[in-house]
């Protein structure tokens, strides 16, 4: 398949800058891939689409204040961070701009010195292996000098913290929020709870790979960034018990898809408790083991999530649904409206 069976025309306008007032009342486009409707309703409506004995899961990452502005020991150019991933004790995956300034043996200081990096590797696409030094507590550390890292297409400062994150994030580790979680509320939850469907907690913590942007024209040749994930022994129990019981799994999130198809992948349909990194790579003609409907956001032209969401509902299906989400004028992207796909 090529990058182009991917594309859209998106208007910039519909990219929303800023999370609505209240978590729930975003628009919600319900796809029924075996009638092939499109229902147009809001998010509190999900409810009305979930039945006892579902299972919702979710992907309880916290996002880190991963953004950090520092200056070279050397020379006092100013350099940008971005925390990717956490590789052993001090040592991380980061993105670095300007990164041809950045090579191995290099200083950073942050905070006048409250935290210094030094670079130790070289990875491509502007990709360091950075290892920090400080005084105390590095997560309190990082709370004093990091930045919510906002994506790169959201212009508008984000005047609470807590909307980039969402209500149930717990494991520290992500460097974007999952975004399709933003949308449920406390009270949601809890309605959902009472209807008598199963909630379970997953982990993956987002890093390059959810949003790398294909560079191939023929999209098998694209390699995905491996992402850190868990599931409990807990979940693995819950997931398997909805399975057996014949209730369906509907995950919230391509990076709660992911996580399960992977271990779904690796044990022949079935969910234990396990822990690794996956670069699974989903698009159409995948076979998909684990999930039966999806909760997620509207995604970027020929990015990889479309194509996983594609991989689902039917590229044709989906680019129709696109179509009509710009006609209506959905918003789009992380602070935008969102797609049940069942």
């Known amino acids: ?45 999900v409810l009305d689409y979930l039945r006892k004995g579902d299972c919702l899961v979710l992907n309880d990452t916290k996002v880190l204040p991963a953004r950090l502005y520092g200056v070279k020991a050397e020379t006092g150019a100013k350099v940008e961070v971005l925390l990717l991933s956490q590789l052993q004790e001090d040592d991380w995956e980061v993105l670095v701009k300007p990164a ?49 890292p906002l994506p790169p297409y959201i212009k508008e400062q984000l005047d609470e913290k807590d909307r980039y994150q969402t209500v149930y994030a717990k494991e520290k580790g992500s460097a974007a929020a999952p975004t399709a979680g933003l949308h449920f509320t406390e009270e949601l939850l809890d309605q959902i709870k009472d209807k008598g469907i199963e909630i379970a907690f997953i982990t993956l913590h ?46 919230v999130g391509t ?19 396990r822990n690794g990194w996956t670069d699974i790579f989903i698009y159409p003609s995948y076979q998909f083991r684990a999930i039966d409907g999806l909760i997620t956001n509207f995604h970027l032209p020929k990015s990889t999530l479309i194509m996983l ?32 796909i069942l």
Not at 102 to 116: A, D, N, R, V, W
């Open 206 to 251: 987002v890093g390059l790979g959810t949003f790398r942007p294909v560079n191939v024209e023929d999209i098998t040749e694209h390699e995905m960034h491996a992402e850190f994930y868990q599931m409990t022994e807990e979940t693995a129990n819950r997931l398997n018990k909805v399975k057996q019981q014949g209730g369906r799994i509907i995950s």
């Open 255 to 273: 990076t709660s898809t992911r996580t399960l198809e992977t271990i779904a992948r690796d044990t022949n349909g079935a969910f234990e408790a």
């Open 100 to 148: 041809k300034k950045i090579k191995p043996g290099t200083k950073i200081y942050f905070g006048e010195g409250m935290l210094t990096a030094t670079c130790i590797e070289m990875k491509e696409h502007g990709g360091r292996i950075l290892r920090f030094e400080y005084d105390g507590i590095f997560y309190e550390v990082l709370d004093q000098l990091g930045e919510m």
């Open 309 to 340: 969401v594609s991989a689902l509902a039917d590229r044709d299906f989906i680019l129709e649904a696109y179509q009509q989400a710009v006609e209506e004028r959905y918003r789009f992207f992380s602070f935008g409206d969102a797609m049940l």
């Open 1 to 45: 398949m090529q990058i182009e069976d991917f594309d859209f025309e998106l208007p910039e306008e519909l990219i929303a800058q800023t999370p609505l007032k209240e978590r729930a009342s975003s628009r919600l486009m319900v796809l029924n891939r075996a009638e092939r409707t499109i229902t147009h309703r809001h998010f509190y409506d």
